[in-house]
């Protein structure tokens, strides 16, 4: 990857990690990741749309992906702020941007391709860092506790939210490799993705709470619809000219941001353990990318 996108590719890593940052801090994730991430960056990245995407051509594919993208978006945002509710920011982060390490999996179990040694072991660290990042010192009785300190509500809503990652991931670089608009793409998918989660959000949390919600957090709730939305417009661009798995990997530096923003601003534990556990997903990742 030329210089050029790999630094737009890590402005976007920043980005993402610093949006999960503030709403781990939120009284309420789910209002504040669909509220803020996606309603009111929908409203701050409107003039681009008019200015930059209004007038794409969209066929029937390109609507298709749109509606895919955003249903898997939906999901992703409920399951998302699930995990933050209840697990570190940490924790949950890396855990939910194991993404890259499922999309192969779906490709052998869908479209029937086969996966080299180098992706293989690639999935396998990927894999290994999941227990590692659980681990809370590397004495025998840690390692016994694992069962116990991996088997929990914030785990389970990270690797389901890695799931709908990987899904909205394939139809979006679907719908890149056939060369529609990213602006008109990101900003349409994101207005359905609003759509979607309005009656949820409004039945979990109440109109009233949402209101709230905005009142009190409309700062960072502004800065995270700002970043979001202005992070997942560089990564199209750059999907246009490179390759996906370097763009996949390069973002993992999110993760080694998450951390360290989890564990030595929000003093959550373990912080040189879950660092060991991002470099591991980060190596994983890589090699995935370079497998292809």
């Known amino acids: ?35 803020g991430c996606y309603a009111l960056g929908a409203v701050v990245y409107l003039p681009l749309y008019l ?15 749109i509606v895919a ?39 052998v179990l869908l479209l029937a391709e086969h996966i080299s040694l180098l992706g293989g072991l690639g999935i396998a660290i990927v894999c290994a860092s999941i227990p590692v990042i659980h681990l809370e010192g590397f004495r025998g009785h840690h390692v016994r506790q694992l069962g116990a300190t991996m088997l929990t509500r914030g785990t389970a809503f990270a690797l389901l939210t890695a799931l709908a990652v990987s899904a909205y991931s394939i139809v979006d670089k679907f719908a890149m490799a056939r060369r529609v608009d990213p602006i008109a793409f990101n900003y349409i ?38 970043l979001d939305f202005g992070a997942y417009v560089l990564v199209l661009y750059v999907m ?8 996949v990997a390069a973002r993992q530096v999110s993760q080694i941001v ?26 994983g990742i890589t090699l995935i990318g370079l497998a292809r």
Request: hydrophobic content about 60%; some cysteine.
């Open 1 to 35: 990857m030329d210089a050029l996108p790999l630094l737009i590719v890590l402005l976007s890593a920043v980005g993402h990690a610093m949006w999960n940052f503030y709403a781990k801090q939120s009284a309420d994730k789910l209002v504040f990741i669909a509220g």
């Open 240 to 247: 246009e000219t490179s390759k996906v798995s370097y763009i």
């Open 69 to 107: 993208s955003a249903a898997a978006k939906a999901v992703y945002v409920a399951l998302l702020a699930e995990a933050l509710a209840v697990g570190d920011l940490s924790l949950v982060y890396p855990l939910s941007r194991i993404a890259p390490a499922i999309v192969p999996l779906w490709a």
């Open 258 to 283: 998450a951390i360290v923003l989890g564990t030595a601003v929000l003093h959550e534990r373990c912080g040189g353990i879950r660092l060991l556990a991002g470099a591991l997903i980060l190596a």
């Open 51 to 65: 200015w930059k995407g209004l007038g794409a051509r969209l066929d029937a594919e390109a609507w298709a992906c």
């Open 189 to 226: 998918h994101w207005v359905i993705t609003v759509a979607m989660l309005a009656p949820y959000v409004l039945w979990r949390c109440g109109g009233r709470a949402v209101a709230e919600l905005f009142r009190r957090e409309w700062r960072p709730l502004a800065v995270s619809g700002f």
